[in-house]
């Protein structure tokens, strides 16, 4: 399959089925989980905060962030997939095509940049961290969310050579950690997405939320935010 320089997968040929897992019932409880993790280190929006979703797919994500209150813009390098954002017709939301390598904005023309199971996909990830960061005006965030390569769910996927998981590079807790760290203090949450831990006790589930640097936590999705 094509793969463009500065991506690791070429999402285009899944575009149109992209939004379908998350109407799964096990999707939609994944989804709860991210989002109930992100809005943990997401800052509270004030009048006129524009957020930045590089990476944005089909647009899931973009829907979310405007929901909270942002102004949203979604770039992305496929443009299959940013002509079905696009067709969504979201509230407060506009969309494009572009390179998180080389985002086409002024610095600091941003609240927000967020980068949700986008960093794993892009080839340069210091490089795209820090034009993201560029992108940030001060007192803002950045805030990445990934696939965490310790969780059972995505090492299945892996071993079975399932795509695009295949082509990622995932990352744990605190290999996240360690590549944002250059770039200023970094808080991590993580959620608690595999079957199990919805049937275990809540001392169990509190203890899989915090990336502890003792105990690598396994769950699916991992948040991290980065104040400039």
């Known amino acids: 399959m094509f793969k463009t320089p500065a991506s690791k997968f070429d999402f285009s040929s899944l575009a149109k089925d992209y939004d379908s897992w998350y109407d799964t019932p096990l999707g939609k409880r994944y989804d709860r989980e991210e989002k109930s993790a992100v809005l943990e280190l997401l800052p509270p929006v004030k009048p006129g905060s524009r957020l930045l979703d590089v990476g944005c797919g089909t647009g899931h994500w973009s829907r979310f962030f405007s929901s909270q209150g942002y102004d949203v813009v979604g770039v992305d390098i496929s443009r299959s997939m940013i002509l079905n954002a696009q067709n969504k017709g979201l509230d407060k939301t506009s969309f494009m095509v572009a390179n998180a390598s080389s985002l086409p904005f002024e610095n600091a023309s941003f609240k927000i940049v967020t980068a949700m199971t986008s960093l794993e996909f ?91 640097p003792w105990k690598q936590p396994t769950g699916a999705f991992i948040v991290a935010e980065v104040r400039r």
């Not at 250059?182 to 595999?194: D, L, M, N, T, Y």
């Open 122 to 212: 892009i080839s340069n990830t210091d490089f795209a961290v820090a034009e993201m960061l560029r992108c940030i005006a001060s007192d803002g965030s950045l805030i990445i969310g990934t696939l965490n390569k310790l969780a059972p769910i995505n090492r299945d996927r892996i071993v079975k050579k399932k795509e695009p998981y295949a082509s990622a590079h995932l990352f744990s807790s605190e290999e996240l950690r360690r590549l944002l760290a250059a770039f200023g203090p970094v808080r991590i949450r993580v959620s608690v997405s595999e079957e199990k831990h919805f049937q275990v006790q809540p001392l169990r589930k509190m203890w899989d939320r915090f990336a502890l």
